[in-house]
């Protein structure tokens, strides 16, 4: 089973930026399609956005609330995939998880994941 950990979470002001890592250990992320899904306190889980598996011609996902202020990108080479979030909002505060799954459809849907990280806290607040 793939095991992903995320990172670079932390405190942010409002209109600042954090850039999320999602890191697989003992195991390839090329032939996954990677979702980031965050989650609030007393809120449903949502779907953030996802990037295809390969290497050419990636489809991504954004959900409307994050359209034009995040961009989710990944590098083969080094097994990382990557959410840069930039103008947060405080709304955007919530644990933010990394998930893996062969199908890009249902993986940006949460649907038939292989493996969930533990999450990474984002805080935009003043």
């Known amino acids: 089973q793939v095991q992903l950990v995320e990172s670079g979470g932390g405190l942010v002001q409002p209109g600042g930026s954090l850039r999320l890592s999602c890191a697989a250990s003992?195991?390839?992320?090329?032939?996954?399609?990677i979702g980031w899904f965050r989650q609030a306190p007393g809120k449903k889980r949502e779907g953030v956005s996802a990037i295809s598996s390969g290497n050419r011609d990636r489809d991504t996902y954004y959900a409307d609330s994050v359209k034009g202020r995040f961009t989710i990108s990944r590098d083969n080479a080094n097994n990382m995939v990557y959410l840069q979030m930039n103008s947060l909002k405080p709304e955007d505060t919530a644990v933010y998880y990394c998930?893996?799954?062969?199908?890009?459809?249902?993986?940006?849907?949460?649907?038939?994941?292989?493996?969930w990280g533990r999450g990474t806290q984002v805080t935009v607040s003043s």
């Open positions: 003992e195991f390839t992320l090329d032939g996954y399609a």
């Open positions: 998930a893996a799954g062969r199908n890009f459809y249902g993986t940006s849907r949460g649907v038939g994941i292989d493996s």
